[in-house]
């Protein structure tokens, strides 16, 4: 099961059922999906064709952006692991403009992989954090320059404590 919106629209539950057949809300959809050549898709949907130039497809975001008659609609894909990292405070793009990095969850910092002063990428990994015998890798929400660091090998922190901060 996944929740889908369409142009940041309200999610649907979306679950696909069958090779042609989908469900949306519990509400069951027939169609036909033919690949005419890359990028470029005919959609078959209660007697109707639609052509479909998908536009952009980005698999970190899960999104995908695409047009049909012009129109441009632009797609994004929940699953059960965005739902749990939304609970936990870590949602896909809450960091995009983050000055500070705040620990996820109660846990041990293992190891540093960035410096006050380094320049990171968004994704990067900066530091290891062991939380229920698990070592979580602890990854950039942004690009930029990490300002300070706030913890230390081998210290204990609380859920929500500031572990770096970026310029």
Same mark, same amino acid.
């Given at each position: 099961m996944h929740k889908v919106s369409v142009n940041e629209q309200a999610a649907k539950a979306v679950e696909w059922t069958g090779l042609d057949s989908l469900s949306v809300d519990g509400k069951d959809i027939?169609?036909?999906? %033919?690949?005419?050549? #890359?990028h470029h898709l005919q959609v078959v949907l209660k007697h109707k064709t639609y052509q479909v130039e998908v536009r952009d497809v980005d698999v970190l975001k899960k999104t995908v952006s695409f047009r049909i008659g012009g129109r441009k609609y632009e797609v994004a894909v929940q699953d059960k692991y965005? %739902?749990?990292?939304? $609970?936990?405070?870590?949602e896909?793009?809450?960091? =995009? $403009? =983050? $000055?500070?990095?705040? =620990? #996820? *969850?109660p846990g041990k910092v293992l190891s540093l992989e960035v410096e006050s002063g380094n320049e990171v990428e968004e994704g990067q990994a900066l530091l +290891?954090? %062991? =939380? *229920?015998? *698990?070592?979580? @890798? +602890?990854k950039s929400p942004r690009s930029g320059v990490v300002? /300070? +660091?706030?913890?230390? /090998?081998?210290q @204990?922190? %609380?859920?929500?404590? +500031?572990?770096?901060?970026f310029e």
């Amino acid at each position: 099961m996944h929740k889908v919106s369409v142009n940041e629209q309200a999610a649907k539950a979306v679950e696909w059922t069958g090779l042609d057949s989908l469900s949306v809300d519990g509400k069951d959809i027939n169609l036909k999906v %033919e690949v005419l050549k #890359p990028h470029h898709l005919q959609v078959v949907l209660k007697h109707k064709t639609y052509q479909v130039e998908v536009r952009d497809v980005d698999v970190l975001k899960k999104t995908v952006s695409f047009r049909i008659g012009g129109r441009k609609y632009e797609v994004a894909v929940q699953d059960k692991y965005d %739902e749990l990292l939304k $609970q936990l405070g870590m949602e896909r793009g809450a960091g =995009a $403009q =983050a $000055q500070e990095l705040k =620990a #996820p *969850m109660p846990g041990k910092v293992l190891s540093l992989e960035v410096e006050s002063g380094n320049e990171v990428e968004e994704g990067q990994a900066l530091l +290891i954090l %062991e =939380a *229920m015998k *698990m070592e979580n @890798v +602890i990854k950039s929400p942004r690009s930029g320059v990490v300002k /300070t +660091i706030h913890v230390s /090998t081998s210290q @204990v922190v %609380e859920k929500n404590e +500031i572990l770096v901060s970026f310029e």
